[in-house]
Protein backbone atom coordinates (compact mmCIF):
# COMPACT_ATOMS: atom_id res chain seq x y z
CA UNK A 1 0.00 0.00 0.00
CA UNK A 2 3.07 2.21 1.00
CA UNK A 3 4.39 1.71 -2.68
CA UNK A 4 1.16 2.47 -4.40
CA UNK A 5 1.32 5.80 -2.60
CA UNK A 6 4.50 6.40 -3.40
CA UNK A 7 4.03 5.93 -7.16
CA UNK A 8 1.18 7.57 -7.04
CA UNK A 9 3.35 10.96 -5.42
CA UNK A 10 5.48 10.12 -8.08
CA UNK A 11 3.46 10.24 -10.57
CA UNK A 12 2.22 13.36 -9.48
CA UNK A 13 5.01 15.22 -9.44
CA UNK A 14 5.99 13.99 -12.96
CA UNK A 15 2.84 15.23 -14.42
CA UNK A 16 3.09 18.74 -12.18
CA UNK A 17 6.55 19.03 -14.09
CA UNK A 18 5.75 17.81 -17.29
CA UNK A 19 3.05 20.41 -16.90
CA UNK A 20 5.20 23.08 -16.69
CA UNK A 21 7.53 22.51 -19.20
CA UNK A 22 4.55 22.22 -21.60
CA UNK A 23 3.26 25.96 -20.36
CA UNK A 24 6.85 26.80 -20.49
CA UNK A 25 7.25 25.99 -24.03
CA UNK A 26 3.92 27.42 -25.52
CA UNK A 27 5.11 30.43 -23.97
CA UNK A 28 8.49 30.85 -25.91
CA UNK A 29 6.23 29.53 -28.92
CA UNK A 30 3.93 32.61 -28.79
CA UNK A 31 6.72 34.66 -28.23
CA UNK A 32 8.23 33.63 -30.67
CA UNK A 33 5.70 34.15 -33.18
CA UNK A 34 5.15 37.58 -31.66
CA UNK A 35 8.75 38.51 -32.42
CA UNK A 36 8.55 36.93 -36.01
CA UNK A 37 5.49 39.06 -36.57
CA UNK A 38 7.89 42.20 -35.25
CA UNK A 39 10.15 41.70 -37.88
CA UNK A 40 7.54 41.14 -40.67
CA UNK A 41 6.01 44.56 -39.45
CA UNK A 42 9.65 45.99 -39.84
CA UNK A 43 10.06 44.63 -43.17
CA UNK A 44 6.60 45.59 -44.64
CA UNK A 45 7.82 49.34 -43.37
CA UNK A 46 11.23 48.74 -45.35
CA UNK A 47 9.37 47.54 -48.71
CA UNK A 48 7.16 50.88 -48.58
CA UNK A 49 9.60 53.36 -47.97
CA UNK A 50 12.49 51.82 -50.76
CA UNK A 51 8.75 52.03 -53.21
CA UNK A 52 8.47 55.69 -51.85
CA UNK A 53 12.22 56.19 -52.47
CA UNK A 54 11.84 54.74 -56.16
CA UNK A 55 9.32 56.66 -57.04
CA UNK A 56 10.93 59.87 -55.87
CA UNK A 57 14.29 59.07 -57.36
CA UNK A 58 12.34 58.22 -60.95
CA UNK A 59 10.64 61.78 -61.04
CA UNK A 60 14.27 63.27 -60.82
CA UNK A 61 15.15 61.44 -62.88
CA UNK A 62 12.72 62.54 -65.27
CA UNK A 63 13.69 66.27 -64.35
CA UNK A 64 16.92 65.84 -65.09
CA UNK A 65 16.79 64.42 -68.71
CA UNK A 66 13.79 67.04 -68.93
CA UNK A 67 16.64 69.68 -67.89
CA UNK A 68 19.70 68.01 -70.19
CA UNK A 69 17.38 67.96 -73.18
CA UNK A 70 16.21 71.47 -72.44
CA UNK A 71 20.19 72.34 -72.38
CA UNK A 72 21.06 70.39 -75.54
CA UNK A 73 18.24 72.74 -77.57
CA UNK A 74 19.22 75.45 -76.07
CA UNK A 75 23.20 75.00 -77.05
CA UNK A 76 22.25 73.56 -80.55
CA UNK A 77 19.78 76.67 -81.07
CA UNK A 78 22.56 78.76 -80.12
CA UNK A 79 25.22 77.72 -82.45
CA UNK A 80 22.58 77.78 -85.22
CA UNK A 81 22.32 81.77 -84.72
CA UNK A 82 25.86 83.06 -84.48
CA UNK A 83 25.06 85.30 -87.01
CA UNK A 84 22.13 86.63 -85.62
CA UNK A 85 23.50 88.53 -82.32
CA UNK A 86 20.39 88.96 -81.03
CA UNK A 87 18.98 85.66 -81.08
CA UNK A 88 22.93 84.09 -79.91
CA UNK A 89 22.54 86.19 -77.00
CA UNK A 90 18.87 85.45 -76.31
CA UNK A 91 19.74 81.53 -76.36
CA UNK A 92 23.18 81.92 -74.11
CA UNK A 93 20.56 83.59 -72.11
CA UNK A 94 18.52 81.16 -71.78
CA UNK A 95 21.19 78.60 -71.21
CA UNK A 96 22.61 80.48 -67.87
CA UNK A 97 18.88 80.36 -66.70
CA UNK A 98 18.62 76.33 -67.55
CA UNK A 99 22.48 75.52 -66.17
CA UNK A 100 21.92 77.79 -62.77
CA UNK A 101 18.33 76.04 -62.43
CA UNK A 102 19.97 72.67 -62.74
CA UNK A 103 22.78 73.69 -60.28
CA UNK A 104 20.36 74.34 -57.19
CA UNK A 105 18.47 70.56 -58.22
CA UNK A 106 18.82 69.13 -54.60
CA UNK A 107 21.07 66.44 -54.77
CA UNK A 108 20.08 62.87 -54.20
CA UNK A 109 21.61 60.56 -51.84
Do not use: C, W
Not at 9 to 36: D, M, P, T
Not at 85 to 95: Q, R, T
Amino acid sequence: MDSIIFILILLGIFVFYLSKIYNKLNALENRVARNFSGVDIELEKRHNTIKKLKGVVSREQTILLEQFERLTNLIERSSRTKGNAKDYFEAENEISLVFGQMIQLPEIQ
